[in-house]
């Protein structure tokens, strides 16, 4: 009886499942194919207030000067879809990424854990791992890997699970075939374009950052553009609008992770308490959450317009 051989790549993905991963592809280390796509979309200014993708840009387009060396890269997911009862009239809300614990830290020792068996494994093998938070085209990876393809709206989609994912990679000198790209789904579809309310996917593949619900209510660090503001409606921390008009989404598998279990079943905050929060209030709430990366006076910022647009839709204002 012949001995069945079983690939590198599908050692890697049997582990990289045992550990809890819901998807994951191989991808080849050559540079990013949108390495001028990046540069312009920069010097046009709709990076915003993101400096941090400037200063490691050599590295974040080409994987060798992340890792000398590296042959492949594994892309790994994490589902963390979970369906939320309809937030009460005037309440705030928070994207559903943040409603469970920081999956920065959590991701990375998942990540870790898969690239020390893969060192054990394959000895003088090198890695190194990154989440959003490294200078890595987390996305072009990933749909190079096969793991989703990126939709109009930038955000990577899985045919089956949707584009409710976090990404994370394992950067290796380890040469392992790759997996072929996804064809692109999104079709003649634009669901995700038109009900942006602040028209921040400027055209199909491409987002004004400096627009989108997200960044204002988490990078941008200043006073709020009065026109947008307006429309971020009650959106307090992020924005699901794009993801939840998204086809692939309706039938999105519920994540069984615990520690991505919402923490409050409505995705409902009180924005006038909020405003009033002190320090101690603010800690409490947020303790082992994404919400820390923004401070509690941005917070409040954001509260403040969310009460602001309540009051306006109450009082029939067409804002």
Not at 130 to 135: H, K, R, V
Not at 151 to 159: A, C, E, F, L, R
Request: charged share 25%.
């Amino acid at each position: 009886m012949l001995a069945v051989t079983v690939s590198i790549a599908d050692r890697i993905k049997a582990r990289a499942a045992a550990l809890g991963f819901d998807l994951v592809g191989i991808a080849s280390a050559e540079p990013s194919k949108y390495r001028q796509h990046l540069l312009d979309w920069l010097e046009q200014g709709q990076a915003g207030e993101m400096h941090y993708l400037r200063e490691r840009f050599a590295e974040r387009v080409d994987p060798n000067l992340y890792l000398p060396g590296v042959k492949s890269v594994v892309c790994v997911a994490l589902n963390y879809h979970v369906p939320l009862e309809p937030a009460p009239s005037g309440t705030a809300r928070i994207a559903r990424y943040a409603q469970g614990d920081d999956y920065h830290d959590r991701l990375k020792d998942m990540l870790y854990d898969l690239a020390d068996w893969i060192r054990a494994e394959f000895p003088g093998t090198q890695t190194r791992c990154g989440t959003d938070s490294a200078p890595i085209m987390e996305r072009e990876l990933a749909a190079r890997a096969g793991v989703g393809w990126v939709g109009k709206n930038t955000m990577v989609i899985h045919p089956k699970v949707g584009s409710w994912i976090l990404l994370g990679e394992v950067l290796t000198t380890l040469e392992i075939e790759p997996d072929s790209p996804l064809p692109d789904h999104c079709g003649t579809c634009t669901r995700c374009i038109d009900a942006c309310p602040t028209a921040a996917i400027v055209e199909p593949y491409k987002v004004d950052a400096t627009r989108c619900i997200s960044y204002l209510t988490i990078e941008h660090r200043h006073d709020l553009p009065t026109d947008l503001s307006a429309k971020m409606g009650d959106w307090m921390f992020g924005c699901d609008i794009c993801q939840d008009v998204c086809p692939h989404n309706h039938r999105a598998p519920t994540t069984e992770t615990p520690w991505l279990q919402p923490r409050r079943a409505d995705n409902a905050v009180d924005a006038a308490a909020v405003a009033k929060w002190s320090l101690d209030e603010y800690h409490a709430f947020t303790r082992h959450s994404a919400m820390r990366r923004v401070k509690l006076p941005l917070l409040q910022r954001n509260a403040a317009a969310v009460v602001a647009n309540a009051a306006a839709k109450k009082s029939g204002d067409p804002r």
